[in-house]
Each structure stands twice: as C-alpha cells, then as structure tokens.
C-alpha cells in the first residue's frame, strides 16, 4: 500500500502544481493593444496654382482670400549707428551696429494686394507694404513661395520692405523659399458657398 500512497501523493502534487501554474497564467495581466489615436484634420492647406485656377472659373476674387504664411521669417539688418561726443573736454567718435528686426509668425494671416502674372504680393499688416510670393515653372510650379533676391547657402536672401532693405531668414525651416502661402479649408470653403453666378435678364 506504501508505493500506492508514495503515487497518488505524486500525483495529486502534479496536479495542484498545474493548477497552480494555470491560475498564475490566468490572473497574469494582459496588454491592451494600441488604439490608432485620431489624426486631427488638416486645417491649413497648402494654396496652389491648381487651387488659383479653379478659384479664377468660379469667379472668386483672389484678393477676397485669405492667406497665411506656413513658417515664421525673420527680417533683419544692420544699422550703423556713428556718433562724435564731447567727454571731458575731449571728441570721442564711438562705433556701433544695431540691429533691426521684424518677425512674421508661423501662420500669420496675410492679404493679397496685387495679383502678377508669376505670383502674388501679400501684405501682413496695414500700410500697402508686401511680400512678393512666387509661383513659376522654374523654381515652384504648384505652390506660392517667399520671393527675394541674393540668395546665400545658408538659405537666406535680401527683400525690400518699409524702404529698407533686409535680409530674411527662417525661423522654422531651413531656408526661405520654403515658405509658402497657406489657405484655411473652412474659410475657403466659406468663400465657395458665397459665391453664385447671375442666371442673366433676358428680354420679353
């Protein structure tokens, strides 16, 4: 009978193991697998020679759009600021470079002033004062892109603003040009709905 005990003593032991073995595997936590997180819709869009085109045979009035500039700019210049004082009995002639700065936030709204045959010229303030945009084969077929002139490696060039020349920089990109002129879908669409052609007035 001893052998017999010895087994089902084994046995039982095995078994209370699995059991064991079993519920640890049950109660084990078990990872949630990951939910795709909403990607939030694209409330700007990029304003393209396409978009242009078909603004022009609905009869909307460009300059009734509303732009924004999709990276911020950084105009900058030098400023020489030479002057002769008197200390002490003595002429001093003191040396100096200030800087003068205007920054163009990422997406700040702009109007369309003056519409050419190769872009725009958008304003960012009141006063008349623009930007030229360019939209050519050359160098940006499909979108509207900051214009200047003796453009650098490092992605800066030299614009005209305010009677004074700057030199314009990216604060968000690596060069200037990448800038471009951005649209907002619902304000567009807005305008689109707005818009109706006249059905015409004939004669009896």
């Known amino acids: 009978m001893k052998p017999i005990t010895v087994f089902l003593s084994f046995f039982i032991f095995i078994m209370v193991s699995a059991c064991g073995t079993r519920k640890k595997t049950v109660a084990s936590p078990v990872s949630e697998p990951v939910r795709d997180i909403p990607v939030a819709k694209e409330e700007y869009t990029p304003f393209t020679r396409d978009l242009y085109t078909k603004l022009l045979s609905s009869q909307i009035d460009i300059k009734k759009v509303q732009f924004y500039i999709d990276q911020q700019l950084i105009l900058s210049r030098g400023i020489d600021n030479n002057a002769l004082e008197v200390s002490s009995g003595k002429i001093v002639f003191r040396n100096g470079k200030n800087t ?56 800066t060039c030299e614009v005209e603003y305010d009677n004074n020349k700057f030199r314009v920089s990216c604060g968000t990109c690596g060069s200037a040009a990448d800038a471009k002129l951005v649209v907002k879908v619902s304000e567009l669409n807005d305008i689109k709905n707005n818009s109706r052609p006249l059905p015409g007035n004939r004669v009896n």
């Open 100 to 155: 003068n700065e205007i920054i163009i936030p990422i997406y700040t709204a702009g109007k369309c002033e003056v519409v050419e045959s190769d872009g725009l010229r958008i304003s960012f303030e009141q006063g008349g004062k623009t930007f030229k945009f360019l939209n050519s084969r050359t160098y940006s077929p499909d979108n509207y892109i900051f214009s200047g002139a003796n453009w650098d490696d490092k992605g």
